[in-house]
């Protein structure tokens, strides 16, 4: 793919992303109050709630609305009709990272890449140009994450 082409597409896709996220009524905004965490080496050890269901998170990996994860990366297991191709496959990737280092790579992705695109799903300070009835507020639920970090490890 051409460097102008991929660059076209990736603006595509983070606004694309920002409307689904910011027209999802009662999605974008989760937890005011986010579960405290401990980041030790290149992941999260400790679940951030009890129990992922990993068909939740296929749902919400899958979900332009929610997770929008495949408005920037391929999960063929999804089943959805497109995909990006912005950020990397995540078919296989259960077999490449642990539960604590997907779970890093969701709440916030930018402590693993610092240049990365991909939104802080778990994170609110520090954040910049974010519209006032989203501040201070996720955008998932600690479920949520938990749900999505347990459909990621079936992905081998």
Do not use: K, W
């Amino acid at each position: 793919m051409s460097s102008p082409f991929r660059a076209f597409s990736f603006c595509v896709a983070l606004g694309l992303t920002g409307v689904a996220l910011l027209g999802s009524a009662g999605r974008i905004g989760a937890e005011e109050t986010p579960v405290s965490y401990r980041v030790s080496g290149d992941g999260i050890p400790d679940a951030l709630a009890a129990g992922g269901d990993a068909e939740r998170g296929r749902r919400i990996a899958a979900d332009r609305n929610r997770g929008a994860c495949v408005l920037c990366h391929a999960i063929p297991q999804t089943l959805a009709r497109f995909m990006g191709d912005l950020g990397p496959s995540l078919a296989g990737v259960g077999s490449r990272y642990t539960a604590a280092q997907l779970r890093l790579r969701i709440v916030d992705s930018t402590r693993v890449h610092p240049d990365a695109a991909m939104p802080a799903y778990y994170r609110v300070d520090e954040l910049h140009h974010v519209a006032s009835p989203y501040r201070d507020r996720t955008i998932l639920t600690a479920q949520q994450i938990e749900d999505v970090v347990a459909y990621l490890q079936t992905l081998r």
